[in-house]
C-alpha cells in the first residue's frame, strides 16, 4: 500500500481510480470477514437458524439491530461484543475506502502549498 511521498508528483487518476478500487476490495474482504464471524457467531452460540444468523449478523453489522431474541446468556454475550465489534468494523471500513482519496486530497494541497 504504498503512497507517493509529499516530494514526488500527484499519481495519475489511472493509478488513483486504480488505488481506490483496489481499497475498496479490501473492505469488502474486511466486511466479509465480519460478516461471517457474526453469522457463525450467531448460529453457534446463539442457536439461530443460518438465514436468522444471516439476518441478524448484517443488521448488526449495518447499525440497525438486532432481529431475533436471543436464548440463552453465552448468545447475548457474543451478541453484545459483536455489536461493539461492528461499530469499530463500521469505522474500520470507511477508513480504508477513504484513505486514497484523503491522501490525494492533502497530497494535491501540499504541492499546491509549495508553489506559493
Not at 460478516?35 to 449478523?57: E, R
Amino acid at each position: 500500500m504504498k503512497f507517493e511521498h509529499r516530494h514526488q508528483p500527484l499519481a495519475p487518476r489511472h493509478v488513483f481510480v486504480r488505488r481506490l478500487f483496489r481499497f475498496i476490495g479490501y473492505a469488502v474482504i474486511f466486511l466479509s470477514v465480519s460478516l461471517s464471524l457474526g453469522v457463525l457467531g450467531y448460529h453457534y452460540i446463539c442457536g439461530l437458524s443460518w438465514v436468522d444468523a444471516v439476518l441478524d449478523a448484517s443488521m448488526i453489522l449495518a447499525g440497525m439491530g438486532p432481529v431475533s431474541p436471543i436464548p440463552n446468556d453465552a448468545g447475548k454475550y457474543f451478541a453484545s461484543a459483536y455489536a461493539l465489534f461492528s461499530g469499530v468494523a463500521f469505522l474500520t471500513t470507511f477508513s480504508i475506502i477513504i484513505a486514497p482519496v484523503l491522501h490525494r486530497v492533502m497530497h494535491r494541497l501540499h504541492l499546491n502549498e509549495g508553489k506559493n
